[in-house]
């Protein structure tokens, strides 16, 4: 069993932003940020094939920010409520408030998460653990200019992307652990603002579909909705995209290419059925 390589929003902490704050940004955010800033941050989710369910215990957030005017930094922590979530109930561009807080300023560098014990992924009925790689409990992702933006004057925003496809592996190594899995968390950031989307439908609901945007070597996943066929897949950078449906149950497979994604859009494609 080969883990889907995809970008899955699958947990995007979202805060949201207008403009990057760091070196080169415009007057109007230099003057800006070094003055407190709230954040906000949602998380959402990607998909990932295999799981019926993927439950993440998250228990801290913290954003390093640095003070160049007193070559200081600091690592802030935020509020969230700690506990296991189900990753895999936030999917087609739906996302969930997660973390607010206080930032002495608006030069964010990095964002730290970390992980409870709790992890598990259920297949059916069946529930199995999901390991963390090395025991590595938190999660260290760098932030650069243009991954997050500033709402109004004193507001940071930006998604967190957990890519769930890239970042759980069957685990055959070592005693005991015979098909086990195993996390090891992948991370982006993004914006609403500075990446674009691609949406539409996708019939029957019984090839039960898989969707996939392609550009270059980057490969981004969605699973239609059971009710309307309907998906969403987000944090796209701009550039030309293939999309690809690949169909189940003996339906074909559909290859549309030369789909735009620009910054800030959401890009319509006509509805698809397939075909057996």
Known sequence: MKSVRTSLAVFFLSSAILTACQKGVSDVNVRNVNQPHRATIFLTDDQVPLFDSVFIDLQKL??????????????VTLNIRPGVYNILRLRNGIDTLFATGTLPNADIRKLRLTLGTRNSITIGSQSLPLRIHDNEMQVVVNIEAG???????????????????????????????????????HIKIFTKSKSGRIEGKIFPEEAHAMVMAIHGADTTMAIPDDDDGE??????????????????????DVTIDNIRVANGEDTHIPAITLHQ
């Open 147 to 185: 991954d997050f933006e500033i709402v109004g004057s004193d507001q940071v925003l930006f998604w967190m992307d957990f890519d769930l496809a890239g970042s759980i592996r069957v685990d055959n190594s070592g005693p005991g652990k015979n098909n086990g899995f195993e996390l090891k968390p």
């Open 62 to 75: 913290e954003v390093k920010v640095e003070d160049e005017i007193l070559g200081t930094e600091s690592w």
């Open 231 to 252: 998906f969403k897949i987000a944090g796209l950078h701009e550039g030309v995209y293939s999309v690809f449906v690949h169909g189940q149950n003996g339906y074909n």
